[in-house]
């Protein structure tokens, strides 16, 4: 069967994704494209997919009998409405993250999913699906002892004017949040952000670096640097220490030289490239999925989880040094 696939927002991801489908993996096909721009979707489906119709609107596309799945790859704003017209369709939904702006949203989401009786919802934490981390979760499960700390980083070369504080736990440490309860196979009681100097390419509306701390239920201690004006490249950091032993996340493949009197490494700039292998992987796994009219991977619990410990995050910016609670609900027997 060839899962028929609609994709709303033809922007960056979208189109990244719809390439990915048509190019890259096997059994669907993209055939229905929407956008709030009409010019955008259209220049996607001339480049990419000139077999597949041009909605106006993502609700037409979702409702729309040739389309079997959806992608949600449209602003974080709108995710909410889409994925529940899916969910309400009885249609496989892939989500971008975040799966909803807010808790509350995510939880919508949640209870119309449980109500539906199935999942439906895949979200896009594509960090699980990548080789290092999953690499990482089996040194973690069968070789370094139960975890006791974890030190990792996220640092990006720069960001744009519009990047705020919030946006460092909203749009970066989004992916953290979690890929450290799957890994750990945890969830976390409390968070806390401490704050060093603001470096001097930072601007006045954004405090960079800054140091998140998060505790889980079963006593680990993660603490996770955010630095989105490191300058020197994108950089992706996690060390797992544990009771019997120590597991560091491997370094992308990369040539090492020897060049003008110095032995060198390239260091990636661009998140896509870091984990394009993962994008491949997980869309492959939806499809598989959506064949049979259900959804697998990162679900709709795990993104309420991460919107839950993100709204933590952002408090604890407020209050710095001081631990803010975060609560985990009784999780629905659908996600077990």
Known sequence: MTVRIGVIGTGKIGRDHTRRIQQVLSGAEVVALSDY??????????????????????????????????????????HEAYVLAAIAACKPCFCEKPLA?????????????????????????????????????RAVT?????????HAAHRNPSVPEQYVTPMAIHDTLIHEI??????????YVSARVTFPRTCAKSHAKLRDPQIVTLTTAKGVVINTEIFVN???????????????GV?????????????????????????????????????????KAAAVGTASGPSSWDGYMAAVTSDACVAAQEVEGAAIPVTSPARPGLYS
């Not at 979690?178 to 969830?187: C, I, K, Q």
């Not at 490191?230 to 019997?244: L, P």
Request: glycine fraction near 6%; hydrophobic fraction near 45%; proline fraction near 3%.
């Open 37 to 78: 721009s009409a010019e955008a979707a259209k220049a996607v489906q001339r480049d990419l997919a000139p077999n597949a119709r041009v909605y106006e609107t993502g609700e037409e596309l979702i409702a729309a009998s040739e389309v079997d799945a959806v992608l949600v790859c449209s602003t974080g704003s709108t």
């Open 101 to 137: 702006t807010t808790a509350e949203g995510a939880k919508r989401i949640v209870d119309a999913e449980v109500a539906s009786g199935k999942r439906l919802v895949q979200v896009g934490f594509m960090r699980r699906y990548d080789a290092g981390y999953v690499a990482l979760k």
């Open 142 to 150: 069968e070789h370094t002892g139960a975890p006791i700390m974890v």
């Open 178 to 187: 979690d890929v450290f309860r799957w890994l750990l196979d945890d969830d």
């Open 230 to 244: 490191c300058q020197y490249g994108y950089d992706i950091q996690c060390e797992v220490v544990g009771e019997a």
């Open 247 to 287: 597991a560091r996340l491997p370094e992308p493949m990369a040539v090492q030289m020897r060049l003008g009197a110095k032995l060198q490494n390239a260091i990636l700039t661009d998140w896509k490239d870091r984990f394009v292998a993962s994008y491949d992987v997980e869309l492959q796994d939806f499809i």
